[in-house]
C-alpha cells in the first residue's frame, strides 16, 4: 500500500475515530479499524486485522489505561488473569484465520458485528422505554 499525504490522513481519521470510541465506550479495534482499513484503503481482511492487532498494542496499553486506573475503574487482577488466555486465544484465533477462506472470515466478523449491535439496541431500548 503506497503511504502518500491522502492515506497519511484516512489513517490518523482512522486512529482518532478508533482511539476517541476506544476510550468512549470501549470499542474500536476490530469494530471500527478493520472495516475502515478494508473499505476505505482496500486492505484485505487479514491484513486489515493484523494491522489493527499491531497498533492496538502500545496505545492501549499506556494511556488509555493510565486514566481507567486514576479513576479507579480497574481490576488489574482480572486483566492480568484475561491476558494470559488473551495471549494465547490471539495466537490461536490468528492462526485459525490465515488457513481459512478470507470470505469466511469476513462473514463470521460481520455475523458477529451484526448480533452484537442487534443486542444492545434491543436490551438499550427495552430498559429505556419498557422498563418501569
Known amino acids: 500500500m503506497p503511504i502518500d499525504a491522502n492515506t497519511i490522513i484516512t489513517l490518523l481519521l482512522i486512529g482518532m475515530a478508533a482511539g476517541?470510541?476506544?476510550?468512549?465506550?470501549?470499542?474500536?479495534?476490530?469494530l471500527l479499524i478493520v472495516p475502515a482499513l478494508m473499505y476505505f484503503l482496500g486492505m484485505s481482511q487479514m491484513a486489515a486485522q493484523g494491522t489493527s492487532l499491531a497498533?492496538?498494542?502500545?496505545?492501549?496499553?499506556a494511556l488509555a489505561v493510565m486514566n481507567y486506573w486514576k479513576a479507579g475503574e480497574l481490576d488489574i487482577r482480572a486483566a492480568a488473569i484475561m491476558v494470559i488466555a488473551f495471549v494465547l486465544g490471539g495466537w490461536l484465533g490468528s492462526r485459525?484465520?490465515?488457513?481459512?477462506?478470507?470470505?469466511?472470515?469476513?462473514?463470521?466478523?460481520?455475523?458477529?458485528?451484526?448480533?452484537?449491535?442487534?443486542?444492545m439496541i434491543w436490551t438499550a431500548g427495552r430498559d429505556l422505554w419498557w422498563a418501569p
Do not use: Q, T, W
Open 20 to 30: 476517541c470510541l476506544s476510550g468512549f465506550i470501549g470499542i474500536g479495534g476490530g
Open 96 to 119: 485459525c484465520a490465515l488457513s481459512m477462506n478470507p470470505m469466511k472470515v469476513r462473514l463470521a466478523f460481520g455475523l458477529i458485528m451484526l448480533y452484537a449491535a442487534a443486542r
Open 55 to 61: 497498533l492496538m498494542l502500545p496505545p492501549i496499553g
